[in-house]
């Protein structure tokens, strides 16, 4: 649901790593469905999502979050008893509740997260490995069926992701450290400069601004549901960028070399060992 | 003098860029010096600076800035008369300065910034394109001799880049937004996520925090020199922070869109083109 950068890479590496997999698009525009179709990320298209579950063994949202709860209510009387229902959202609490709430079969729905993607959008960015080697992460509840949990898994496995289950909770606070909070920063970073300043900006500017060019809408949807937590994350880098101003003005060049030293040791940990 | 990822990529560049120039690097490390000479990056190495520029008609300092008014102190009694002296250096008022005290003819130096580089360090990372197509500004003041300072840009421009003239107050107020800044956030983000979260961590991230990897060392040397600039453009970011956590805390979905849709809209702009 949803035929998008994600929905459509998933249509285009389901049919690539399974064989047989049968592939129904949900999209309100016609023109990206039609996209979608010549690019045969889906076998066939539908433009009201009751329509597009009813036969499906595996449903998965891929529409900006804002959507899931209105999606749910549509799809709800039109799923099959034993379908399977997941998303890719970027935030989970709301979807799990929206889950519990609205679908008659809550056990069968798995919440997952594939790492991946860009600040780009649309089909005509979709490709078939764009889930390859990235994580997914799934937050299954108490609710929650084991099988269920263990075929979506093993979905995502199928287009070559590695899997780490989380409760919804922990999702949504470690993802406002690790996404959230970065796309805050960069469009912080983006706004700051002059015009004249922006004209001088060279490499490591753009890659720290690069996730800041993501479509609005669907960071709007992202921030709101997770804003407890963002919130908590902008404090933080208040409290952060404090401590910096402070070592600034009392002119402790050791202190502001210990302070950079310690974030430049933790990034670099994150950089594959040199070979 | 110095020959580390600038020092060395301009020796590769100025040989395969401009016919029977010879390269005379000065370090004070002779395994540097060794793999620059290695490399063909210079033609001939001194662990003196004052031995390296003694028949040096263009002197280039790439050491870190915090450097500089030593190596001046150093250089100064050898240079020819004739000499031009400039620098890589990613702030320019202090330079300057330095020089108008330090050297016997300020008029024949020219404060340089080359725009390029990236979070890595040392020789073994030098290449000779690293210049090409990027952004040099040059810093001349009112002493300086208008023939020093098209000779240094005419330099610049061999090895392939464009060129841009600045105050070097200009220079070291826009550098602190579009580059000094997006170093002090990079390294707050690389500092807030608890290590599980950064286990979790996308290309998003690896990206918004790839400069932070860079030199605590020579950033110490830059935030300290332009750490008036700086905190006024990281008191801009905490103002800016104040804004988005006001939006989150009342709950304004469209204000939080609007938001965001002005710093993708920035950032959108400074994208080439779609092909």
């Not at 999209?27 to 329509?51: N, Y």
């Not at 995502?156 to 922990?170: K, S």
């Amino acid at each position: 649901l949803g035929v998008g950068l994600l929905g459509g890479s998933i249509g285009l590496a389901a049919k690539s790593s399974i064989s047989g997999c049968k592939i129904i698009g949900y999209g309100h525009r016609t023109s990206t469905l039609d996209a979608a179709l010549a690019r045969k990320a889906i076998d066939q298209a539908f433009t009201r999502p009751e329509d597009a579950v009813r036969d499906c063994d595996l449903v998965i949202l891929c529409t900006p979050v804002g959507m899931f709860g209105q999606l749910l209510d549509q799809i709800a009387p039109a799923l099959m008893p034993e379908a399977l229902v997941t998303d890719v959202g970027s935030t989970k609490r709301s979807v799990v509740q929206w889950t519990e709430q609205h679908l008659p079969n809550p056990g069968r729905f798995v919440g997952s997260h594939p790492i991946a993607g860009s600040e780009k959008r649309g089909i005509q960015f979709a490709r078939p490995d764009l889930f390859a080697n990235a994580l997914c992460l799934t937050t299954p509840t108490a609710l929650t069926n084991p099988q269920a949990v263990e075929a979506v898994e093993s979905f995502w496995r199928l287009l070559g992701m590695r899997l780490m289950r989380l409760t919804p909770e922990e999702h949504d606070s470690l993802l406002a450290e690790v996404s959230h909070l970065p796309h805050a920063l960069a469009a912080v970073l983006a706004t700051i400069p002059s015009d004249k300043a922006l004209s001088l900006c060279g490499k490591g500017f753009l890659d720290a601004t690069r996730i800041a060019a993501g479509d609005p809408g669907l960071w709007r949807d992202i921030f709101m549901d997770n804003r407890d937590n963002l919130q908590d994350t902008l404090r933080a880098t208040r409290g952060e960028l404090d401590i910096l101003l402070s070592l600034l003005e009392t002119g402790n060049a050791d202190a502001v070399q210990a302070w950079l030293a310690a974030a430049a040791a933790r990034r670099q940990a994150l950089d594959p060992p040199p070979r």
